[in-house]
């Protein structure tokens, strides 16, 4: 079975850029999730999709950030303009259903550096 | 809001050496718990997760953790430790009827040959 797929696996970007980052999920899963993973932190969520719907955004910076999952199966997530800080790993995760007990399979996150 | 607290930042053992790294969380509601490993180069994945009954639950490479409600504690344990075992290891929370998980800082586990 294939794993969260995401790409780029890097990407550099000179700041007040617009940078894009895709996720494809397990085949299936329903809920998607965003997460930011800052050196030396774990990952905090961005957005959490089930199906196309967006069910949990509130941690999302949306005066730069905003995301999308046409037709509930992939996403992706776009900052615009990018600053310095916004430099970190993004992960994206898929679980099954939305029961509180699925385990949540993990990509291999986009490292973002923005110069 | 939930937070967790992973006190170890970077450990480092002998192999064979036991460990025990320390997670605990502030809101004293129900709770699933988990513990999520990322090996060098990958991608975390599941260790094992506590969600409902024996309080000792066991994962996979021999790992083990404890849910100790009354110090809000779930610690992560291997009585022998290995060198493929060095990667970074997250605690993380979510509340019963939440899916938001809350993740630690990580804890940075190197093991000497």
Known sequence: EAGVVQSPRYKIIEKKQPVAFWCNPISGHNTLYWYLQNLGQGPELLIRYENEEAVDDSQLPKDRFSAERLKGVDSTLKIQPAELGDSAVYLCASSLDPGTGNEQFFGPGTRLTVL | ?113
């Open chain 2, 1 to 113: 809001a939930q937070s967790v607290s992973q006190h170890n930042h970077h450990v480092i053992l002998s192999e064979a050496a036991s460990l025990e790294l320390g997670c605990n969380y502030s809101y004293g509601g129900t709770v699933n718990l988990f513990w999520y490993v990322q090996y060098p180069g990958q991608h975390l994945q599941l260790l094992l997760k506590y969600f409902s009954g024996d309080p000792l639950v066991k994962g996979i490479k021999g790992f083990e953790a404890e849910f100790i409600k009354s110090k809000f504690s779930f610690n992560l344990r291997k009585p022998s430790v290995q060198w493929s075992d060095t990667a970074e290891y997250f605690c993380a929370v979510n509340n019963f009827g939440n899916e938001k998980l809350t993740f630690g800082t990580g804890t940075r586990l190197t093991i000497i040959p």
